[in-house]
Structures are given as structure tokens and as C-alpha cells.
């Protein structure tokens, strides 16, 4: 069973950072492709970035530029680095990992960006 844990998130103004982090129990993003996606209460999930195991990346249109998909060398960890950030930000963010039969979730993290 794999299992993601995410970690930071919070609070931010409009123009700031964060990162956020998905730790897995093993080295599985060399096999799962690692992905971020947001959710507003009432609306589908939708997907933000995602990591191939190859490396390859891919964003969503209203991120790119802005935000960052990469993970450690040991392929344990995905991160996702969001600049610029904008009240339509707003949202929970959840990690995955994915190899397509299988696809695991993190608990979601809370991101919001408000003055």
C-alpha cells in the first residue's frame, strides 16, 4: 500500500509562495507518474502539474510560468513550487501517484491566497 503524505500549504498573499511536498513510503515516483491537483468546494478535481517517471512535466495553462513540478533524486518526493500566486489559487491541493492501474491520493492540503 503506498501512501503520500503532504506537507505545507497555508496561508499566503496574492503575489507570494509556497511549496508544497508529497513524501511517499518508498522510491515509487520512479515508476509512478507524480501529479498535483486542486479542488474548490463544489467543483471537479482538476489537474495542476504532473511528472512523468521519465521526467517529462506537463501544467495546467493557468499555472504555467507560475508554478513548479520536480521531485528529490532518491524519487521519493514530489514538490510543487507556486509563485506569483492569485486569489483563484485558492483551492486543496492533493498529490498522486499514478501508474495507471493504480492510483494513490494524499490527504489534501489547504491553500489560500487572500490579502
Known amino acids: 500500500q503506498v501512501q503520500l503524505v503532504q506537507s505545507g500549504g497555508g496561508l499566503v498573499q496574492p503575489g507570494g509562495s509556497l511549496r508544497l511536498s508529497c513524501a511517499a513510503s518508498?522510491?515509487?515516483?520512479?515508476?509512478?507518474?507524480g501529479g498535483w491537483f486542486r479542488q474548490d468546494p463544489g467543483k471537479q478535481r482538476e489537474l495542476v502539474a504532473s511528472?512523468?517517471?521519465?521526467?517529462?512535466?506537463m501544467y495546467a495553462d493557468s499555472v504555467k510560468g507560475r508554478f513548479t513540478i520536480s521531485r528529490d533524486g532518491a524519487r521519493r518526493t514530489v514538490y510543487l513550487q507556486m509563485n506569483s500566486l492569485k486569489p483563484e489559487d485558492t483551492a486543496v491541493y492533493y498529490c498522486?501517484?499514478?501508474?495507471?492501474?493504480?492510483?494513490?491520493w494524499g490527504r489534501g492540503t489547504q491553500v489560500t491566497v487572500a490579502s
Open positions: 498522486s501517484a499514478d501508474n495507471g492501474p493504480n492510483v494513490y
Open positions: 518508498g522510491s515509487i515516483f520512479s515508476r509512478y507518474t
Open positions: 511528472i512523468s517517471p521519465g521526467g517529462t512535466t
